[in-house]
């Protein structure tokens, strides 16, 4: 248990539909990052939040959107899904920005 | 703009021989370097870590080397075993100015028995 939460592990929709990925940090870190896996490619950053902020965004689409509650619970939400969007949704915490994160074990999400 | 490159894909190793991974950064401000492993269906995990005052830095059968003139950084696993069968992904980041990490796309190392 690397300390990082992330519900649900697994998601299957349908096109169209939306979703929300929840993460729960690591307790102490204020960080949080969001990464997309497709098809073992690599990690595709999306976007971090610090502390309820937005801080640094990736190649997040704008059918995507997250955002981070005064608990630091993260939420990712995917909307109007398209099979392409079927991926592995890793979370990650981080004390501060530079530090090493600690990953969850990720969402599987299969649009159908 | 690709700060962090593993330019290798895939690595085949043989049991108890040497395995190096290599990656190379373009940025200079960088300071701080890590390398992640990663069993399919499951997150990356934290393997080993160099700051940019230090040119190598070793824990137990995993060793990194840092070049910081060529740039380069390299991951050594001695010796190799089928559990390090996995996907390595190198990161950098520059943390004196608290800047989020950056990742390479990862090489896939697999230990023949």
């Known amino acids: 248990d690397s300390g990082v939460t992330q519900t649900p592990k697994h998601l299957i929709t349908a096109t169209g539909q939306r979703v929300t990925l929840r993460c729960s940090p690591r307790?102490?870190?204020?960080?949080v990052y969001w990464y997309q896996q497709s098809l073992d490619q690599g990690l595709q950053f999306l976007i971090q939040?610090?502390?309820?902020?937005?801080?640094a965004k990736g190649n997040i689409l704008e059918r995507f959107s997250a955002q981070q509650f005064p608990d630091l619970h993260s939420e990712l939400n995917l909307s109007s899904l398209e099979l392409g969007d079927s991926a592995l949704y890793f979370c990650?915490?981080?004390?501060?920005?530079?530090?090493?994160?600690?990953f969850g074990s990720g969402t599987r999400l299969t649009v159908v | 703009d690709q700060q962090v490159k593993q330019n290798s894909p895939s690595l085949s190793v043989q049991e108890g021989r040497i395995s190096i991974l290599n990656c190379d950064y373009t940025?200079?401000?960088?300071?701080?370097f890590l390398w992640y492993k990663k069993y399919p269906a499951e997150g990356p995990t934290f393997l080993i870590s160099?700051?940019?005052?230090?040119d190598k830095n070793e824990d137990g059968r995993f060793t990194v080397f840092l070049n910081k003139s060529a740039k380069h950084l390299s991951l050594h696993i001695v010796p190799s075993q089928p559990g390090d069968s996995a996907v390595y992904f190198c990161?950098?980041?520059?943390?004196?100015?608290?800047?989020?990490?950056?990742f390479g796309q990862g090489t896939r190392l697999t230990i023949n028995p």
């Open positions: 990650a915490s981080s004390f501060s920005g530079g530090d090493g994160y600690t």
């Open positions: 307790s102490g870190d204020l960080s």
């Open positions: 939040y610090y502390n309820g902020e937005e801080r």
């Open positions: 940025n200079s401000m960088f300071d701080y």
């Open positions: 160099i700051s940019s005052i230090k």
């Open positions: 990161a950098a980041s520059a943390r004196t100015r608290g800047q989020k990490l950056v």
